[in-house]
Nanobody, 123 residues
Framework: VQLQASGGGLVQAGGSLRLSCAAS????????MGWFRQAPGKERWFVAA????????YYADSVKGRFTISRDNAKNTIYLQMNNLNPEDTAVYYC?????????????????WGQGTLVTVSS
């Protein structure tokens, strides 16, 4: 499966951005899709994830109440609406896919990754 992330950019603190990730190819293995982020010099961390079958969602504590993940199954696309952004949200955001929610926060269990899209939040 190929994942194409888009929507990153430069925004001021308090602003909003919406990221998109479109899947193509073997989309049957994208039952569970998520967003991760990696700040400069830091590890890649879980942000949010969503299940295709029941639309269950999962969030990191740091983004709860500010970020919303959603998906359009007809388009094989997930979205990450990011509101009230702050400079600590600056990172490259990656989408990823796997076929089940087991340890959804663990980057090692995702075999399919998009190329990343840069989000920069200025203070």
């Amino acid at each position: 499966v190929q994942l194409q992330a888009s929507g990153g950019g430069l925004v001021q603190a308090g602003g909003s951005l919406r990221l998109s990730c479109a899947a193509s190819g073997r989309t049957f293995i994208t039952d569970f899709m998520g967003w991760f982020r990696q700040a400069p010099g830091k590890e890649r961390w879980f942000v949010a994830a969503i299940e295709r079958s029941n639309n269950n969602t999962y969030y990191a504590d740091s983004v709860k109440g500010r970020f919303t993940i959603s998906r359009d199954n007809a388009k094989n696309t997930i979205y990450l609406q990011m509101n009230n952004l702050n400079p600590e949200d600056t990172a490259v955001y990656y989408c990823a896919a796997k076929n089940n929610p087991f340890r959804y926060y663990d980057t090692r269990l995702y075999r399919n990754w998009g190329q990343g899209t840069l989000v920069t939040v200025s203070s």
